[in-house]
Protein backbone atom coordinates (compact mmCIF):
# COMPACT_ATOMS: atom_id res chain seq x y z
CA UNK A 1 0.00 0.00 0.00
CA UNK A 2 1.15 3.41 -1.27
CA UNK A 3 0.72 6.71 1.07
CA UNK A 4 2.26 9.79 0.29
CA UNK A 5 5.75 8.86 0.54
CA UNK A 6 5.56 5.85 2.56
CA UNK A 7 5.18 2.31 1.32
CA UNK A 8 3.51 -0.27 3.50
CA UNK A 9 3.80 -4.18 3.36
CA UNK A 10 0.03 -5.09 4.73
CA UNK A 11 -1.10 -8.79 5.34
CA UNK A 12 -5.05 -8.42 6.34
CA UNK A 13 -6.02 -9.04 9.39
CA UNK A 14 -2.33 -8.21 10.75
CA UNK A 15 -2.45 -4.99 12.17
CA UNK A 16 -5.56 -2.39 11.98
CA UNK A 17 -5.31 -0.56 8.18
CA UNK A 18 -8.02 2.12 6.95
CA UNK A 19 -7.31 3.87 4.03
CA UNK A 20 -10.36 6.32 4.91
CA UNK A 21 -7.96 7.65 7.37
CA UNK A 22 -5.71 9.29 4.34
CA UNK A 23 -7.58 12.17 5.32
CA UNK A 24 -6.56 12.13 9.46
CA UNK A 25 -2.38 11.40 8.39
CA UNK A 26 -2.33 14.29 5.96
CA UNK A 27 -4.19 16.40 8.34
CA UNK A 28 -1.94 15.19 11.07
CA UNK A 29 1.19 15.77 8.67
CA UNK A 30 0.71 19.33 8.46
CA UNK A 31 -0.39 20.41 11.40
CA UNK A 32 3.37 18.52 12.73
CA UNK A 33 5.06 20.27 10.28
CA UNK A 34 3.42 24.05 11.03
CA UNK A 35 3.90 23.04 15.03
CA UNK A 36 7.62 22.74 14.57
CA UNK A 37 7.68 25.88 12.80
CA UNK A 38 6.16 27.15 15.33
CA UNK A 39 8.66 26.21 17.98
CA UNK A 40 11.47 27.19 16.14
CA UNK A 41 10.18 30.85 15.68
CA UNK A 42 9.11 30.69 19.23
CA UNK A 43 12.99 29.61 20.26
CA UNK A 44 14.49 32.47 17.64
CA UNK A 45 11.60 35.02 19.66
CA UNK A 46 13.58 33.23 23.02
CA UNK A 47 16.82 34.23 21.50
CA UNK A 48 16.43 37.78 20.36
CA UNK A 49 15.14 38.67 23.95
CA UNK A 50 18.37 37.08 25.24
CA UNK A 51 16.43 34.46 26.73
CA UNK A 52 18.72 30.90 26.83
CA UNK A 53 17.29 29.08 23.51
CA UNK A 54 15.53 25.67 23.85
CA UNK A 55 17.29 22.72 22.48
CA UNK A 56 14.25 20.69 21.13
CA UNK A 57 15.08 16.99 20.35
CA UNK A 58 11.78 16.77 17.98
CA UNK A 59 10.71 13.27 19.10
CA UNK A 60 7.27 11.99 18.71
CA UNK A 61 5.45 9.05 20.20
CA UNK A 62 2.79 7.26 18.00
CA UNK A 63 1.26 5.16 21.17
CA UNK A 64 -1.24 3.26 18.79
CA UNK A 65 0.53 2.76 15.51
CA UNK A 66 -1.22 -0.90 14.00
CA UNK A 67 1.44 -0.55 10.71
CA UNK A 68 3.71 1.63 11.41
CA UNK A 69 2.21 3.86 8.35
CA UNK A 70 1.70 7.31 9.98
CA UNK A 71 4.92 6.84 12.20
CA UNK A 72 6.90 6.25 8.52
CA UNK A 73 5.03 8.97 6.87
CA UNK A 74 6.19 11.48 9.63
CA UNK A 75 9.76 10.15 9.54
CA UNK A 76 9.27 10.75 6.16
CA UNK A 77 7.75 13.86 5.55
CA UNK A 78 8.39 15.92 7.92
CA UNK A 79 11.67 17.51 8.20
CA UNK A 80 14.22 17.13 10.99
CA UNK A 81 12.35 14.43 13.38
CA UNK A 82 15.23 12.86 15.72
CA UNK A 83 13.35 9.84 16.38
CA UNK A 84 9.53 8.66 15.66
CA UNK A 85 8.22 5.71 18.27
CA UNK A 86 6.15 3.51 16.83
CA UNK A 87 4.55 1.47 19.70
CA UNK A 88 1.34 -0.73 19.96
CA UNK A 89 0.59 -4.31 22.02
CA UNK A 90 0.09 -6.16 19.53
CA UNK A 91 3.00 -8.57 18.73
CA UNK A 92 1.56 -9.03 14.96
CA UNK A 93 1.01 -5.08 14.24
CA UNK A 94 4.61 -4.83 16.19
CA UNK A 95 5.89 -7.31 13.45
CA UNK A 96 4.18 -5.65 10.61
CA UNK A 97 5.88 -1.67 12.44
CA UNK A 98 9.65 -3.36 12.24
CA UNK A 99 9.01 -4.77 8.74
CA UNK A 100 7.68 -1.78 7.04
CA UNK A 101 10.44 -0.10 9.07
CA UNK A 102 13.41 -1.51 7.10
CA UNK A 103 11.15 -1.61 3.36
CA UNK A 104 10.86 1.90 3.71
CA UNK A 105 14.57 2.51 5.30
CA UNK A 106 13.59 4.71 8.25
CA UNK A 107 16.06 2.58 10.89
CA UNK A 108 17.56 5.31 11.70
CA UNK A 109 14.51 7.37 12.81
CA UNK A 110 11.29 4.92 13.64
CA UNK A 111 11.67 2.78 16.62
CA UNK A 112 9.35 -0.01 17.03
CA UNK A 113 8.04 -0.68 20.30
CA UNK A 114 6.15 -3.11 21.81
CA UNK A 115 4.39 -2.16 25.21
CA UNK A 116 1.30 -0.94 26.65
CA UNK A 117 0.96 2.42 25.47
CA UNK A 118 -0.37 4.02 28.88
CA UNK A 119 2.86 2.42 30.52
CA UNK A 120 5.46 3.94 28.08
CA UNK A 121 4.39 7.17 28.86
CA UNK A 122 4.26 6.67 32.39
CA UNK A 123 7.72 5.56 31.67
CA UNK A 124 8.19 8.87 29.78
CA UNK A 125 7.05 11.13 31.91
CA UNK A 126 9.80 10.22 34.80
CA UNK A 127 12.72 12.10 33.09
CA UNK A 128 12.43 15.46 31.34
CA UNK A 129 14.38 14.61 28.37
CA UNK A 130 12.27 11.47 27.64
CA UNK A 131 9.03 12.95 27.63
CA UNK A 132 7.62 13.52 23.63
CA UNK A 133 7.65 16.88 21.23
CA UNK A 134 4.61 14.96 20.13
CA UNK A 135 2.42 12.71 21.35
CA UNK A 136 -0.45 10.97 19.11
CA UNK A 137 -3.23 9.28 20.37
CA UNK A 138 -5.50 7.06 17.29
CA UNK A 139 -7.06 4.22 19.06
CA UNK A 140 -10.23 2.33 18.36
CA UNK A 141 -13.18 4.37 19.98
CA UNK A 142 -12.20 6.61 22.96
CA UNK A 143 -8.87 8.19 23.78
CA UNK A 144 -9.66 8.34 27.25
CA UNK A 145 -7.80 5.40 29.03
CA UNK A 146 -4.68 7.17 27.22
CA UNK A 147 -5.06 10.81 28.32
CA UNK A 148 -3.64 10.59 32.27
CA UNK A 149 -0.19 9.63 30.52
CA UNK A 150 -0.64 11.74 27.88
CA UNK A 151 -0.81 14.74 29.10
CA UNK A 152 2.09 13.56 31.53
CA UNK A 153 4.72 12.56 28.84
CA UNK A 154 4.34 15.48 26.36
CA UNK A 155 6.94 18.53 27.34
CA UNK A 156 6.33 22.09 28.00
CA UNK A 157 4.23 23.18 25.43
CA UNK A 158 4.49 20.18 23.65
CA UNK A 159 1.54 19.08 21.45
CA UNK A 160 -0.79 16.30 22.19
CA UNK A 161 -2.90 14.55 18.99
CA UNK A 162 -5.80 12.51 19.88
CA UNK A 163 -8.61 11.15 17.83
CA UNK A 164 -12.00 9.85 19.34
CA UNK A 165 -14.08 7.23 16.63
CA UNK A 166 -16.80 6.51 19.46
CA UNK A 167 -18.94 9.22 18.06
CA UNK A 168 -22.59 7.64 19.03
CA UNK A 169 -20.62 7.92 22.60
CA UNK A 170 -20.03 11.64 22.31
CA UNK A 171 -22.98 12.75 20.25
CA UNK A 172 -26.04 11.93 22.57
CA UNK A 173 -26.79 8.35 21.84
CA UNK A 174 -25.32 7.07 24.85
CA UNK A 175 -25.15 10.09 27.19
CA UNK A 176 -24.20 7.77 30.32
CA UNK A 177 -21.51 5.95 28.68
CA UNK A 178 -19.90 9.11 27.59
CA UNK A 179 -19.97 10.72 31.62
CA UNK A 180 -18.29 7.19 32.48
CA UNK A 181 -15.46 7.70 29.51
CA UNK A 182 -14.99 11.76 29.56
CA UNK A 183 -16.65 13.56 33.10
CA UNK A 184 -19.23 15.43 30.87
CA UNK A 185 -22.62 14.24 29.61
CA UNK A 186 -23.14 14.54 25.79
CA UNK A 187 -26.52 16.02 24.08
CA UNK A 188 -28.04 15.07 21.06
CA UNK A 189 -29.02 17.76 18.41
CA UNK A 190 -27.44 19.38 15.37
CA UNK A 191 -24.40 20.69 16.80
CA UNK A 192 -23.59 17.41 18.73
CA UNK A 193 -20.32 17.32 16.78
CA UNK A 194 -19.21 20.39 17.70
CA UNK A 195 -20.27 19.45 21.04
CA UNK A 196 -18.51 16.03 20.87
CA UNK A 197 -15.15 18.21 20.33
CA UNK A 198 -15.72 20.33 23.00
CA UNK A 199 -16.31 17.29 25.32
CA UNK A 200 -13.06 15.70 24.22
CA UNK A 201 -11.21 19.10 25.21
CA UNK A 202 -12.57 19.31 28.30
CA UNK A 203 -11.63 15.93 29.12
CA UNK A 204 -8.19 16.43 28.16
CA UNK A 205 -8.12 19.93 29.74
CA UNK A 206 -9.24 18.12 33.59
CA UNK A 207 -6.90 15.31 33.45
CA UNK A 208 -4.11 17.93 32.42
CA UNK A 209 -5.70 20.05 35.32
CA UNK A 210 -4.54 16.98 37.68
CA UNK A 211 -0.92 17.63 37.20
CA UNK A 212 -1.23 21.65 37.25
CA UNK A 213 -1.09 21.56 33.71
CA UNK A 214 -3.47 22.81 31.21
CA UNK A 215 -4.38 22.53 27.21
CA UNK A 216 -4.25 25.37 24.59
CA UNK A 217 -6.36 24.05 21.53
CA UNK A 218 -5.02 24.83 18.21
CA UNK A 219 -7.30 22.37 15.86
CA UNK A 220 -10.13 20.61 16.63
CA UNK A 221 -11.85 19.09 13.72
CA UNK A 222 -14.86 16.64 13.05
CA UNK A 223 -14.53 14.60 10.07
CA UNK A 224 -16.02 11.24 8.26
CA UNK A 225 -16.57 8.99 11.94
CA UNK A 226 -14.47 11.13 14.34
CA UNK A 227 -13.14 13.61 15.96
CA UNK A 228 -9.25 15.05 15.85
CA UNK A 229 -8.05 17.52 18.21
CA UNK A 230 -4.34 19.39 18.64
CA UNK A 231 -3.83 21.04 21.68
CA UNK A 232 -0.75 22.13 23.16
CA UNK A 233 0.29 21.43 26.79
CA UNK A 234 1.95 23.83 29.65
CA UNK A 235 2.66 23.50 33.23
CA UNK A 236 1.07 26.31 35.36
CA UNK A 237 -0.70 26.19 38.59
CA UNK A 238 -2.23 29.73 38.63
CA UNK A 239 -3.20 29.15 35.43
CA UNK A 240 -4.83 26.05 35.95
CA UNK A 241 -7.32 27.99 38.11
CA UNK A 242 -8.82 29.34 34.97
CA UNK A 243 -9.62 25.88 34.13
CA UNK A 244 -13.57 26.22 35.18
CA UNK A 245 -14.19 29.58 33.57
CA UNK A 246 -12.93 28.08 30.32
CA UNK A 247 -15.77 25.46 31.04
CA UNK A 248 -19.67 25.57 30.38
CA UNK A 249 -22.51 23.45 31.31
CA UNK A 250 -25.31 23.30 28.61
CA UNK A 251 -28.87 23.93 29.08
CA UNK A 252 -31.15 22.40 26.13
CA UNK A 253 -34.39 22.52 25.69
CA UNK A 254 -35.95 19.15 25.06
CA UNK A 255 -38.69 20.64 22.77
CA UNK A 256 -37.19 23.28 20.57
CA UNK A 257 -33.55 23.04 21.04
CA UNK A 258 -32.73 26.66 22.56
CA UNK A 259 -29.70 26.39 24.78
CA UNK A 260 -27.97 28.56 27.22
CA UNK A 261 -24.51 28.03 28.44
CA UNK A 262 -23.37 28.11 31.68
CA UNK A 263 -19.72 28.68 33.22
CA UNK A 264 -18.71 26.75 35.51
CA UNK A 265 -17.03 29.79 36.96
CA UNK A 266 -15.50 32.94 36.89
CA UNK A 267 -12.24 34.36 38.45
CA UNK A 268 -11.58 37.80 39.14
CA UNK A 269 -8.33 39.19 39.54
CA UNK A 270 -7.86 41.12 42.77
CA UNK A 271 -4.47 43.02 42.83
CA UNK A 272 -1.65 40.13 42.52
CA UNK A 273 -3.99 37.09 43.59
CA UNK A 274 -7.02 35.66 41.57
CA UNK A 275 -10.36 34.71 43.26
CA UNK A 276 -12.25 31.98 41.88
CA UNK A 277 -16.31 32.74 41.86
CA UNK A 278 -18.58 29.31 41.67
CA UNK A 279 -21.56 30.52 38.68
CA UNK A 280 -24.30 31.49 40.87
CA UNK A 281 -27.84 29.64 39.86
CA UNK A 282 -29.18 28.04 36.35
CA UNK A 283 -29.53 30.44 33.40
CA UNK A 284 -32.67 29.40 32.82
CA UNK A 285 -35.67 28.20 34.33
CA UNK A 286 -36.59 24.63 34.43
CA UNK A 287 -39.37 25.06 31.74
CA UNK A 288 -38.19 27.04 28.41
CA UNK A 289 -38.99 30.59 28.30
CA UNK A 290 -39.80 30.05 24.51
CA UNK A 291 -41.55 26.67 24.00
CA UNK A 292 -42.61 25.25 27.98
CA UNK A 293 -40.64 22.57 27.60
CA UNK A 294 -38.13 20.95 30.06
CA UNK A 295 -34.31 21.80 29.66
CA UNK A 296 -31.80 18.90 29.81
CA UNK A 297 -28.62 19.26 31.57
CA UNK A 298 -25.50 18.70 29.51
CA UNK A 299 -21.41 19.23 29.72
CA UNK A 300 -19.62 20.32 31.00
CA UNK A 301 -17.74 21.12 27.48
CA UNK A 302 -14.82 23.49 26.47
CA UNK A 303 -16.28 26.61 26.07
CA UNK A 304 -13.78 28.63 24.85
CA UNK A 305 -11.79 28.74 21.30
CA UNK A 306 -11.20 25.08 20.22
CA UNK A 307 -9.25 26.23 17.32
CA UNK A 308 -6.86 28.83 16.39
CA UNK A 309 -8.18 30.73 12.80
CA UNK A 310 -4.07 31.84 12.34
CA UNK A 311 -2.56 28.47 12.73
CA UNK A 312 -5.86 26.85 10.92
CA UNK A 313 -5.21 29.20 7.80
CA UNK A 314 -1.09 28.28 8.21
CA UNK A 315 -1.63 24.65 8.16
CA UNK A 316 -4.36 25.07 5.29
CA UNK A 317 -1.44 26.98 3.19
CA UNK A 318 0.72 23.88 4.18
CA UNK A 319 -1.45 21.39 2.13
CA UNK A 320 -2.16 23.41 -0.25
CA UNK A 321 1.42 24.20 -1.11
CA UNK A 322 2.14 20.68 -1.12
CA UNK A 323 -0.72 18.84 -3.57
CA UNK A 324 1.60 16.31 -4.83
CA UNK A 325 1.77 15.01 -0.94
CA UNK A 326 -1.12 14.97 0.08
CA UNK A 327 -3.53 12.61 -1.69
CA UNK A 328 -6.59 14.45 0.74
CA UNK A 329 -5.37 17.84 0.53
CA UNK A 330 -8.55 19.23 -1.81
CA UNK A 331 -11.28 17.86 0.78
CA UNK A 332 -9.02 18.88 3.72
CA UNK A 333 -8.53 22.30 2.36
CA UNK A 334 -12.45 22.40 1.89
CA UNK A 335 -12.72 21.67 5.43
CA UNK A 336 -10.36 23.92 6.94
CA UNK A 337 -11.50 26.67 5.00
CA UNK A 338 -14.90 26.24 6.23
CA UNK A 339 -13.32 25.75 9.82
CA UNK A 340 -11.21 29.26 9.35
CA UNK A 341 -14.76 31.16 8.58
CA UNK A 342 -16.21 30.04 11.61
CA UNK A 343 -17.15 32.48 14.21
CA UNK A 344 -14.61 31.77 16.67
CA UNK A 345 -15.75 32.87 19.57
CA UNK A 346 -19.47 31.20 19.43
CA UNK A 347 -19.93 27.74 21.44
CA UNK A 348 -22.51 25.82 19.03
CA UNK A 349 -25.07 26.95 16.72
CA UNK A 350 -28.47 26.40 15.54
CA UNK A 351 -29.28 24.70 12.32
CA UNK A 352 -31.82 26.04 9.97
CA UNK A 353 -33.25 22.84 8.73
CA UNK A 354 -34.24 22.47 12.45
CA UNK A 355 -35.97 25.81 12.82
CA UNK A 356 -38.09 24.82 9.58
CA UNK A 357 -38.88 22.14 10.82
CA UNK A 358 -40.13 22.63 13.87
CA UNK A 359 -42.34 24.97 12.52
CA UNK A 360 -43.55 22.96 9.55
CA UNK A 361 -42.76 25.47 7.15
CA UNK A 362 -40.45 25.57 3.97
CA UNK A 363 -36.88 26.04 4.90
CA UNK A 364 -35.61 29.44 4.17
CA UNK A 365 -32.64 30.01 2.26
CA UNK A 366 -29.28 31.03 4.61
CA UNK A 367 -29.34 34.47 2.59
CA UNK A 368 -32.79 35.13 3.50
CA UNK A 369 -32.35 34.36 6.91
CA UNK A 370 -28.99 35.82 7.30
CA UNK A 371 -30.16 39.05 6.15
CA UNK A 372 -32.41 40.92 9.01
CA UNK A 373 -29.68 39.38 11.80
CA UNK A 374 -26.93 41.02 10.30
CA UNK A 375 -28.77 44.29 9.36
CA UNK A 376 -29.40 44.19 12.91
CA UNK A 377 -25.40 43.97 13.89
CA UNK A 378 -25.20 40.66 14.96
CA UNK A 379 -22.78 38.34 13.53
CA UNK A 380 -23.04 35.13 11.78
CA UNK A 381 -21.28 32.16 10.18
CA UNK A 382 -21.48 28.26 9.22
CA UNK A 383 -20.19 25.79 10.85
CA UNK A 384 -17.56 22.89 9.18
CA UNK A 385 -19.56 20.09 11.17
CA UNK A 386 -22.66 21.55 9.10
CA UNK A 387 -23.88 23.27 5.99
CA UNK A 388 -27.00 24.32 7.63
CA UNK A 389 -25.31 25.85 10.59
CA UNK A 390 -26.52 29.12 12.08
CA UNK A 391 -23.57 30.48 14.47
CA UNK A 392 -24.39 33.85 15.95
CA UNK A 393 -24.09 35.87 18.80
CA UNK A 394 -27.46 36.98 18.26
CA UNK A 395 -30.16 35.93 21.10
CA UNK A 396 -32.11 32.72 19.75
CA UNK A 397 -35.49 35.00 20.13
CA UNK A 398 -33.87 36.80 16.99
CA UNK A 399 -33.66 33.51 15.17
CA UNK A 400 -38.02 33.01 16.06
CA UNK A 401 -38.29 36.51 15.27
CA UNK A 402 -37.40 35.89 11.80
CA UNK A 403 -39.11 32.65 11.46
CA UNK A 404 -42.52 34.04 12.29
CA UNK A 405 -41.81 36.54 10.10
CA UNK A 406 -41.19 33.68 7.37
CA UNK A 407 -44.36 32.13 8.18
CA UNK A 408 -45.80 34.88 7.24
CA UNK A 409 -45.65 34.35 3.83
CA UNK A 410 -45.14 30.90 3.48
CA UNK A 411 -47.55 28.60 4.47
CA UNK A 412 -47.05 26.30 8.10
CA UNK A 413 -48.61 22.88 7.25
CA UNK A 414 -50.52 21.73 10.26
CA UNK A 415 -48.89 21.74 13.56
CA UNK A 416 -50.24 19.57 16.63
CA UNK A 417 -51.83 21.92 19.09
CA UNK A 418 -48.86 21.86 21.94
CA UNK A 419 -45.83 21.29 20.05
CA UNK A 420 -43.04 23.12 20.49
CA UNK A 421 -43.56 24.34 16.94
CA UNK A 422 -46.90 25.72 17.74
CA UNK A 423 -45.88 27.74 21.03
CA UNK A 424 -43.54 29.07 19.14
CA UNK A 425 -45.92 30.35 16.69
CA UNK A 426 -48.27 31.97 19.49
CA UNK A 427 -45.47 33.91 21.14
CA UNK A 428 -45.09 37.68 20.59
CA UNK A 429 -42.21 39.14 18.46
CA UNK A 430 -39.65 40.71 20.72
CA UNK A 431 -38.39 42.63 17.90
CA UNK A 432 -34.91 42.20 18.19
CA UNK A 433 -34.40 42.19 14.18
CA UNK A 434 -36.54 43.47 11.47
CA UNK A 435 -37.77 39.83 10.02
CA UNK A 436 -39.17 41.70 7.07
CA UNK A 437 -36.01 43.01 6.05
CA UNK A 438 -34.72 40.62 3.06
CA UNK A 439 -31.80 40.97 0.21
CA UNK A 440 -33.38 41.07 -3.00
CA UNK A 441 -32.60 38.55 -5.96
CA UNK A 442 -30.30 41.34 -7.45
CA UNK A 443 -28.62 41.51 -4.72
CA UNK A 444 -27.72 38.33 -3.84
CA UNK A 445 -26.94 38.08 -7.67
CA UNK A 446 -24.89 40.61 -7.51
CA UNK A 447 -22.90 38.52 -4.06
CA UNK A 448 -22.35 36.01 -5.91
CA UNK A 449 -21.45 37.27 -9.34
CA UNK A 450 -18.58 39.39 -6.87
CA UNK A 451 -17.12 36.18 -5.03
CA UNK A 452 -17.47 32.40 -3.85
CA UNK A 453 -18.30 33.26 -0.18
CA UNK A 454 -21.66 35.01 0.42
CA UNK A 455 -21.39 38.56 2.38
CA UNK A 456 -23.13 37.09 5.35
CA UNK A 457 -19.78 35.31 5.95
CA UNK A 458 -17.67 36.96 8.53
CA UNK A 459 -14.59 36.38 7.10
CA UNK A 460 -14.19 36.56 3.15
CA UNK A 461 -12.06 33.28 1.73
CA UNK A 462 -8.82 33.84 2.18
CA UNK A 463 -6.33 34.08 -0.83
CA UNK A 464 -5.33 30.46 -1.10
CA UNK A 465 -5.35 29.64 -4.37
C1 LIG B 1 -6.90 2.35 15.14
S1 LIG B 1 -5.45 1.41 15.25
C2 LIG B 1 -4.18 2.57 14.92
C3 LIG B 1 -4.10 3.03 13.51
C4 LIG B 1 -2.89 3.84 13.16
N1 LIG B 1 -2.64 4.92 14.12
C5 LIG B 1 -2.96 4.39 11.74
O1 LIG B 1 -2.94 5.62 11.54
O2 LIG B 1 -3.01 3.60 10.80
C6 LIG B 1 -5.33 1.14 16.98
C7 LIG B 1 -4.14 0.28 17.42
O3 LIG B 1 -4.01 0.42 18.81
C8 LIG B 1 -3.48 -0.78 19.35
N2 LIG B 1 -3.74 -0.76 20.81
C9 LIG B 1 -4.93 -0.87 21.44
N3 LIG B 1 -4.77 -0.72 22.78
C10 LIG B 1 -3.44 -0.50 22.99
C11 LIG B 1 -2.65 -0.26 24.15
N4 LIG B 1 -3.19 -0.22 25.37
N5 LIG B 1 -1.33 -0.05 23.99
C12 LIG B 1 -0.76 -0.07 22.76
N6 LIG B 1 -1.47 -0.32 21.63
C13 LIG B 1 -2.78 -0.52 21.73
C14 LIG B 1 -4.18 -1.87 18.56
O4 LIG B 1 -3.44 -3.07 18.58
C15 LIG B 1 -4.26 -1.21 17.16
O5 LIG B 1 -3.20 -1.65 16.36
Not at 387 to 407: F, H, N, Q, S, Y
Amino acid sequence: LKEGKAEVLHKPGEAFYNPAQVQNRDLSIAVLREFFKLRDEEAASKKKDGKEEEKHQRRVLEGLSATGLRAIRYAKEIEGLTEVVANDFSAAAVESIDRNVKHNKVEEIVKASHADASLLMHKAKQVEKDKFDVVDLDPYGSATPFLDAAVQAVNEGGLLAVTCTDLAVLCGNHSEACFAKYGCTSLRGKHCHELAIRIVLSSIESHANRYKRHIVPLLGVYMDFYVRVFVRVYTSASAVKWSASKQSMVFQCTGCGAYHLQPLGKVVERGNSIKFLPSLGPPVGELCELCGYKHQLGGPMWSQPYFQPEFVGRVRAQLWGDQAGFASYKRVCGLLTALEEELVDQPLFYDLSVLASLLNVVCPSNAAFAAPLLKAGYRLSHSHTSPMAMKTDAPVEALWDIMRGWVKDHPVKKLKEGSPGFRLLQQESKHIVDPDFTVTAEQRKEDKASRSTPKYMPNPTPDWG
